[in-house]
């Protein structure tokens, strides 16, 4: 069975940082387009970043300058690194895993997705 596990979500201050972690099990990370996707509170799980086979990537605006994607094929897992955290980062972030391009995945997400882990930021 195909799995996608993320790990690294926590509690943090704001202006902080986390890296979020996404390894998957019984498939190869590197023939897929990897993307994270956040869901805050009440709202709809929105694309924050992805990554394709080649190392393109697509960012939101909103994470521009702050939120760093990045693959180790060796380790088949994909990273989220998360500096400058505010308030309205909190909120569940998922990965997802699709042979797709950046564009669409963080815009249309399908395929694998993982079980999510938790960011809260917060003072």
């Known amino acids: 069975q195909v799995q996608l596990a993320e790990s690294g979500g926590g509690l943090v201050q704001p202006g902080g940082s986390l890296t979020l972690s996404c390894a998957a099990s019984?498939?190869?990370?590197?023939?897929?387009?990897i993307g994270w996707f956040h869901q805050a509170p009440g709202k709809e799980r929105e694309g924050v970043s992805c990554?394709?086979?080649?190392?393109?990537?697509y960012y939101a605006d909103s994470v521009k300058g702050r939120f760093t994607i990045s693959r180790d094929n060796a380790k088949n897992t994909v990273y989220l690194q998360m500096n400058g955290l505010k308030p309205e980062d909190t909120g569940v972030y998922y990965c997802?895993?699709?042979?797709?391009?950046?564009?669409?995945?963080?815009?249309?997400?399908?395929?694998?997705w993982g079980q999510g882990t938790q960011v809260t930021v917060s003072s």
């Open positions: 990554i394709d086979t080649g190392g393109t990537t």
């Open positions: 019984r498939f190869t990370l590197d023939w897929y387009t």
């Open positions: 997802a895993a699709e042979r797709t391009n950046v564009e669409a995945m963080c815009a249309r997400p399908q395929g694998y």
